[in-house]
């Protein structure tokens, strides 16, 4: 990765992306730093540590909930925004119009994201008030909306340097801050690793299979988002006078894991909006108890949390499949150009067998996805160390596949900037 941007920083409009970026990850990582005022910030620290799902949420803020700072939400409520229009798209038909007809239509659902990202920080802003009401002196109602708003615009500030870095930038605006979120949270956990080996609350063979177990992990990651599946295809020959055209023989590479980490990150994100309804209900004397007992069976440490992320995490794998690949669409495109798959009749055998193909790769793909997820929870049982409980098998797919995704389009950038200096 770093070889990619080096090699980036020698061309001029590559090299502006990156320093954009850079700047971006700053601002975003001084901002974790910004306290919400009128917080006893020390007695949220120690709520965080008590509570599973607050300290999830903490590791994708970036350590910026533990701080309660202006960006404790982190970016979740556009991700859930982006999820509930995406899933809203193909149901509505006013929607789906949209979305294909023109490119003002998609400006507009885009911009409908935005409206609702702010409905849903205001309303996890208001729901984190309640559940971390007890680290506020002054629990009055100006003071509960003076935290909603300053959560509010954090996020929304967010999502507009999620936007820009996107448009601007290097990579998926959105991903590359959870990432840079997680990846800061590591020198904590090396370093809790670290002093409990010191002590001797653990050895050394224990910290020793830990790693080897998450090396493993990140091994079969990297080859699951590389793997991907060649379909041959042959181009009929045409001649125009003299010259023959086509006659070629290439292949559709269809990686197994489509999708990519938006089916982990979505995932994780639809199983937090539980704990932010159950963390507004804790404030409810008549139903305390009721929500007390339903955050903790939903906290990442559950079985139900478990189960219920692993089919997620494949139904989300075959959604963005879906949206990626439409079989009817490669088959019609495959046909245009001359183009047919040995053995296969052009037309609706080839988008059945495109149609069987994506079935097998994405069940594949959603399958290791989702049992990767587990991992975390076996590590655990393994080795009896507890120090990257926090971290998770989710965490480790969000952080290699977006520094893959990310690497990926440098080198797309790199290749053909190359290419526009050779024709010059």
């Excluded at 709520?47 to 939400?73: H, P, V």
């Excluded at 929607?95 to 994201?113: D, F, V």
């Excluded at 070629?248 to 894991?257: A, E, K």
């Excluded at 989300?316 to 499949?321: K, L, N, P, R, V």
Aim: include cysteine; charged fraction near 10%; charge should be positive.
């Amino acid at each position: 990765m770093i070889d990619n941007l080096m090699g980036a920083m020698n061309f001029g409009d590559l090299r502006n992306k990156v320093i954009f970026t850079i700047l971006m990850i700053v601002l975003f990582r001084f901002g974790t730093h910004i306290p919400v005022p009128g917080v006893n910030h020390e007695m949220i620290s120690r709520i965080i540590e008590q509570t599973g799902i607050l300290g999830f949420l903490d590791l994708f803020a970036g350590g910026a909930l533990a701080k309660f700072s202006i960006f404790a939400m982190g970016i979740t409520p556009y991700i859930n925004a982006s999820i509930i229009i995406q899933l809203l798209t193909p149901i509505v038909p006013k929607m789906q119009a949209m979305q294909k007809e023109s490119e003002s239509g998609r400006k507009a659902l885009a911009q409908y994201t935005r409206y609702l990202t702010v409905v849903l920080a205001a309303l996890q802003g208001i729901a984190m008030s309640f559940v971390l009401s007890s680290a506020i002196p002054v629990f009055t109602f100006f003071n509960i909306v003076t935290t909603v708003i300053v959560l509010t615009a954090g996020s929304v500030f967010l999502m507009w340097m999620g936007e820009l870095i996107t448009e601007k930038g290097i990579g998926n605006g959105a991903s590359l801050l959870i990432f840079i979120g997680i990846i800061s949270r590591l020198p904590l956990y090396f370093g809790q690793t670290f002093s409990l080996l010191m002590i001797g609350d653990i050895n050394i063979l224990q910290v020793i299979a830990l790693f080897a177990i998450f090396c493993l992990a990140i091994i079969a990651i990297v080859w699951i988002q590389l793997a991907e599946r060649k379909v041959p295809i042959h181009y009929a020959k045409k001649v125009v006078g003299r010259k023959v055209y086509g006659g070629q023989t290439s292949y559709l590479p269809l990686r197994i894991n489509t999708a990519g980490v938006l089916p982990i990150i979505f995932a994780v994100s639809i199983l937090m909006l539980p704990n932010t309804i159950f963390g507004f209900l804790r404030g409810v004397p008549s139903v305390q108890n009721l929500a007390i007992y339903l955050s903790t069976l939903f906290s990442p440490e559950s079985v139900l949390y478990n189960i219920i992320e692993f089919f997620l995490i494949i139904f989300f794998a075959f959604f963005y499949t879906a949206i990626i690949y439409n079989p009817v669409e490669l088959a019609n495109n495959l046909k245009k150009y001359g183009g047919f798959i040995p053995g296969i009749r052009p037309g609706k055998p080839t988008s059945e067998y495109f149609d069987r193909v994506l079935t097998r790769i994405t069940t594949l793909g959603g399958l290791f996805l989702g049992f990767i997820a587990l991992i975390p929870t076996l590590a655990e049982l393994l080795t009896k160390v507890t120090t990257f409980r926090g971290l998770g098998a989710t965490a480790l797919l969000i952080v290699v596949g977006v520094a893959l995704d990310t690497i990926r389009q440098i080198q797309a950038q790199l290749m053909a900037k190359q290419y526009e200096h050779l024709i010059k």
